[in-house]
């Protein structure tokens, strides 16, 4: 099932293609973005049961996450002149979701409960942001030695696009269900991230006065992922979950060095780069994961070159030249040289670089900016007016 709904995708009809790229663009002045456009906040406590624990987070968005699964399905529909594919999603993923360890196999229960989805769609939402997100992260430290760590999170590739509006169709769903989360234990905060919601993992984090995290899917080895699905529906389940691993290293790790060497070293499911900040001088680097257990590449922030008080990472490797059509690393490495330090290394300097095109495109869901040193992860809705790129 995962792998016709992730080969479907790849098939979606051309008809209604988006139009081509402007040209790139380095802006100086959309920071900062409208009020209207922050992202709010819930509290998650992990001393209450799981299976109740996501009920701030979900019950106000319940009726956005239907309407994501029901714009999923008519997406499917439209593909397959059938509703079978989505007719068997509860036979099969429930299943899959079973696997999963505790809390997490009894917290998608609970999603599922609060969100009155069956728990085959809740899964299915949980695997499908595993494996399609396209980001772009950066990490940039300013001359005073603090780190500054801020993303563009780009979903819905080839999953539909909109003619009338010129839009990604899910990331048009996705947009309202975006919420910041602050995870408590014992009273004292443990972490914050960023969220769909329905998604239990982390794909944007921060563990206060420790580290900052983000996660990029790598494409070039993107039918990896599916070979890790397939292994642990087969039973092969000495890897991690994407957000399981996330998780468990915001939840657990205690310092920036334990976080880099879990998130180096554990087996995964699905390829990925890790983007990992830290709260001293020169901490900081892109984990470059293939499946298997270590690391493929560690690019450290120390050893980058002529630019060594920022790292920029799209999801193609940093030591190989990105796809042409989907090249955002070089308007993004060309703008933050423009700036420079004093005004890249800044919330308003990367926010405005990573509101350039086409680093900022049709596919941005949000923007999120983080400060380990403060404790400060702040998000905002994205949509990009024409003319903007694609993706």
Request: with cysteine.
């Amino acid at each position: 099932l995962v792998l016709s709904l992730f080969c479907l995708s790849l098939a979606a009809p051309r008809s209604a293609q988006p139009p081509p790229p402007p040209t790139a663009q380095c802006v100086a002045d959309a920071y900062p973005p409208p009020p209207d456009t922050l992202v709010p906040t819930a509290r998650v406590n992990l001393d209450e049961p799981p299976a109740t624990r996501w009920r701030q987070v979900v019950a106000p968005r319940a009726a956005g996450m239907r309407a994501l699964l029901g714009q999923f399905r008519q997406f499917l529909f439209n593909l397959t002149g059938s509703d079978s594919l989505m007719n068997i999603v509860d036979k099969e993923m429930v299943p899959l979701s079973q696997t999963l360890p505790e809390p997490f196999r009894s917290e998608l229960a609970g999603v599922s409960a609060l969100s009155n989805l069956s728990l085959g769609e809740v899964t299915l939402f949980n695997v499908f942001y595993e494996l399609f997100p396209l980001c772009t992260s950066i990490l940039a430290e300013d001359s005073s030695g603090r780190l500054f760590h801020a993303r563009n999170m780009d979903f819905g590739l080839f999953l539909g696009w909109n003619v009338t509006n010129s839009s990604w169709i899910i990331a048009d769903y996705l947009r309202p269900l975006l919420v910041n989360v602050e995870f408590y234990r014992g009273g004292q905060l443990v972490f914050l991230s960023s969220h769909y919601a329905g998604y239990i993992g982390v794909l944007t984090g921060l563990r206060p006065h420790q580290f900052s995290l983000s996660v990029n899917s790598r494409v070039s080895a993107k039918t990896q992922s599916l070979a890790g699905v397939v292994e642990w529906l087969l039973g092969i389940r000495d890897q991690y979950w994407l957000g399981v691993a996330t998780r468990a290293v915001l939840e657990n790790a205690t310092d920036y060095g334990q976080a880099k060497q879990r998130l180096a070293n554990w087996k995964l499911i699905a390829p990925v780069y890790f983007i990992l900040g830290g709260a001293k001088h020169l901490e900081g680097c892109v984990i470059t994961r293939d499946r298997a257990a270590g690391a493929a590449d560690i690019w450290e922030r120390a050893a980058a070159g002529n630019h060594s008080w920022y790292l920029l990472q799209t999801n193609y490797d940093h030591w190989k030249s990105p796809n042409p059509i989907d090249n955002r690393r070089g308007p993004g490495n060309a703008c933050m040289a423009k700036k420079g330090q004093d005004e890249a290394a800044s919330f308003s300097g990367l926010f405005n670089v990573l509101s350039s095109i086409p680093v900022l495109n049709k596919l941005t869901v949000y923007t999120a900016l983080m400060r380990v040193d403060d404790a400060t992860l702040v998000a905002y809705r994205r949509q990009c007016p024409d003319p903007c790129a694609p993706w």
